[in-house]
């Protein structure tokens, strides 16, 4: 763990897609409140490529760390940690683009970032107070991408299939299994480790009182 940034203690979220960061997220904000807690998806900084056609947007490799704009997001944690609030892209899963709008993120004692491939990247590891893995095995972590991109990106069940076997598992096994090696903590069977849970929300709130003791 590195000494706390001006404004805000940064977690780094990390773990395979469908492993629970987003449940554990959602813990962590009912539990410190939303008034205390900011949080950045990587994947709401996907490239936006509106020169190529849907059907080519549909063969992007979402799965690589080049289809993220993460310079930008490390601009934007910057930010953050400096007292700046930020906007942020909006991503529209459905069409593979970004929105015209913009989500606008405010500057607070503890702040999430989290995404498959946080802890691959250096620069934002940096950028990183406390970094957590969440390590789920394979056959659940696809079963929730299953149940995610057919209810929430209104893919077909054959699109999901083909993208896990082609991008998402080797992905995983090239760049993500491997970032768990910059972890501080490890969280099993993700968010429904309840007990790993509460002590990550314990321990924030300690943090905020410590580091962000205007806040």
């Not at 008034?35 to 799965?63: C, G, M, Q, W």
Request: proline share 4%; hydrophobic share 35%.
């Amino acid at each position: 763990m590195e000494e706390s940034r001006k404004n805000s203690f940064v977690m780094g979220i990390g773990g395979g897609s469908g492993s629970g960061k987003s449940t554990i997220v959602s813990e962590i904000l009912k539990q410190l409140g939303s008034d205390k807690v900011s949080v950045l998806h990587h994947d709401a900084y996907y490239r936006h490529r509106p020169e190529l056609t849907y059907e080519e947007r549909t063969k992007i490799n979402f799965d690589h760390p080049d289809s993220l704009e993460t310079e930008l997001m490390v601009k934007h944690i910057s930010q953050l940690i400096s007292g700046i609030n930020v906007k942020i892209p909006v991503y529209d899963f459905t069409q593979h683009l970004r929105d015209n709008s913009k989500k606008e993120v405010e500057s607070r004692p503890i702040l999430i970032v989290d995404g498959i491939l946080v802890l691959n990247n250096k620069e934002l590891r940096n950028l990183m107070n406390l970094k957590v893995f969440v390590d789920v095995p394979s056959d659940l972590r696809f079963i929730r991408r299953l149940k995610r991109d057919l209810s929430e990106r209104g893919r077909t069940v054959d699109s999901v299939r083909k993208q896990y076997l082609a991008t998402v598992r080797p992905m995983h096994e090239k760049f993500v299994e491997p970032s768990k090696r910059h972890a501080d903590v490890l969280i099993p069977e993700g968010g429904h480790n309840l007990q790993a849970v509460q002590l990550l929300s314990s321990l924030l709130q300690t943090l905020q009182q410590k580091y962000c003791p205007e806040k």
